[in-house]
């Protein structure tokens, strides 16, 4: 039994629930959300979602209006990322469904391509050859959709993955290539220009993985290579309306060169009693409020509001980037192309004047800024990369540039020299029951030190319980704790 309760009261209680929730606003959340600092574009976006709030996105030739916004979308990415009319696509509900929906495609085309009668159907699982660093959402489409995987190794200093061992990887059975611009781990590009010639010579197709770059390399300043529909060789993107986009989340668009590609991510089917089924994306009834608000959001800007936030996140990345090259003890892995980075302890300086990247991160939290932990990774070579604290930076960073700064040089000197939290087994059990402690440095270090199906089933059956209505947690809402100041 529920009571019902008055609407007051509904509303009293969502905003004590969202009391716990670190700050959207105001530039100290440093990775998930992506702050304009416009409140004006918040207030529309809300406006746009409350007027498609009862439309079902499932059939624009019931709903119209559908067809429009998704078709106008589609129409500005294109041109955007330098597609010509030959280049189609898709609204989808974020980035992961954008790349599942890619590989779809690529895996449909693949096996049309190798589907000889006259020999065992098959016989050959199709493969998707990416760099390590690729998002999960590749890994996540091929345990979904059946394709097996090359993972080529990255430069362990510089995370750059190498053109040659990239093409070097690819084969017959290879049905797509990832790369990323940027990859999210380190904000550096992938070798688009130079792996794209040659895979168009063997006729294999190449995805770039613009979701978080997207819609910032295209006015970022000082950009020399090519890396979107520019490049011949490059048959489809995928880029996030719900980042750098600033769209409320729940919207994406995939993009392909070519209308087969585009139809191949489709599935339809008379094969039932009901209605005909036609869906572009993963989803049936879908919703239309992240669609319209993103069509609010983009139409708000323009290419030249685009331009001008960019200028201002371009602005707060070389002030953070500079001020970080001053704290003795941590390094900037690689060359970061765009507002991505990622913090590594310098290896050049002896352990006693290293800062450990897990231990910056809970410092800095303490200062009111939150970093995200990356845990070190061993590639298939063996090769290992480091751990890192990752900062995503927006155009808000611009106004928080001087605290952030503050806070970062701060958390360092509190952490120089100490020396990193060593695992501790009995953490994954005491983190199911009681929840995540104020100290993160040693249960990352201890996930870091696992065995990957281990962590994957520890990560699981934490995140299960979180939600689960008969396991009471400790607070999940931790890092809200102090962090409140940046909120409006
Ligand atoms: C965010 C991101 C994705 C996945 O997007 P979601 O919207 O989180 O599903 C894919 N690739 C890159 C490079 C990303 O940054």
Redesign the pocket.
């Known amino acids: 039994m529920i009571e019902p309760q008055s609407p007051a009261s509904v509303l009293d209680a969502l905003t004590q629930v969202r009391a716990a929730d670190p700050p959207t606003h105001g530039g100290r959340v440093l990775s998930y959300v992506y702050d304009h600092g416009r409140p004006e574009l918040d207030e529309l976006a809300a406006r746009a979602a409350t007027m498609f709030l009862p439309v079902n996105g499932l059939d624009p030739t019931t709903f119209a209006s559908v067809a429009v916004l998704e078709r106008d979308l589609v129409a500005f990415t294109r041109e955007v990322l330098h597609g010509d009319e030959s280049v189609v696509g898709s609204v989808t509900s974020?980035?992961?469904e954008s790349?599942l929906l890619a590989v779809k495609s690529a895996r449909e085309r693949w096996l049309a391509a190798h589907s000889d009668s006259t020999t065992a159907p098959h016989a050959e699982t199709p493969r998707l050859v990416l760099p390590t660093t690729a998002?999960p959402?590749f890994r996540k489409a091929a345990h979904y959709l059946g394709l097996a995987r090359t993972e080529v190794p990255v430069d362990p200093h510089t995370g750059a993955v190498d053109a040659q061992a990239m093409l070097a990887a690819v084969d017959d059975s290879t049905a797509l290539v990832v790369l990323?611009a940027p990859?999210?781990p380190f904000g550096t590009m992938d070798p688009i220009a130079q792996v794209a010639p040659a895979l168009a010579a063997r006729d294999v197709p190449l995805h770039v993985?613009a979701?978080?770059g997207g819609w910032l390399l295209p006015w970022w300043p000082g950009h020399e290579d090519e890396w979107d529909f520019a490049v011949p060789g490059v048959t489809s993107m995928s880029t996030?309306l719900?980042?750098y986009g600033y769209a409320p989340k729940g919207a994406?668009v995939v993009l392909y060169r070519g209308r087969e590609r585009h139809r191949a991510q489709y599935y339809a089917t008379t094969e039932w009693p009901g209605y005909p089924v036609v869906n572009p994306t993963m989803l049936g009834s879908r919703s239309a409020t992240s669609l319209a608000a993103s069509w609010a959001v983009t139409r708000a800007l323009g290419t030249t509001g685009y331009a001008e936030l960019v200028q201002q996140t371009a602005h707060a990345t070389s002030a953070v980037r500079k001020a970080l090259s001053g704290i003795s003890g941590l390094t900037v892995v690689g060359r970061p192309a765009a507002a991505l980075l990622a913090v590594a302890a310098d290896p050049a300086r002896a352990p006693a004047h290293q800062v450990d990247p897990f231990a910056l991160v809970d410092a800095v939290r303490r200062h009111g800024f939150l970093l995200q932990a990356q845990p070190a990774f061993t590639q298939p070579d063996h090769t290992a990369l480091p751990r890192t604290a990752h900062l995503t930076l927006t155009p808000v960073t611009d106004r928080v540039t001087r605290d952030l700064v503050a806070a970062l040089r701060a958390g360092a000197d509190e952490v120089r020299g100490l020396s990193p939290r060593a695992p501790d087994p009995d953490l994954v059990a005491q983190v199911a029951t009681e929840g995540l402690p104020e100290e993160m440095a040693p249960v990352l270090a201890t996930l870091e030190a696992m065995d990957p199906g281990d962590a994957a089933a520890a990560l699981t059956g934490l995140l299960a319980s979180v939600i689960d209505p008969d396991v009471a947690l400790g607070t999940p809402g931790r890092d809200g704790t102090s962090m409140h100041s940046g909120e409006r």
Do not use: P, V
């Open positions: 974020g980035g992961t790349c998002h959402a990323s990859n999210y993985d979701c978080i996030d719900h980042k994406s």
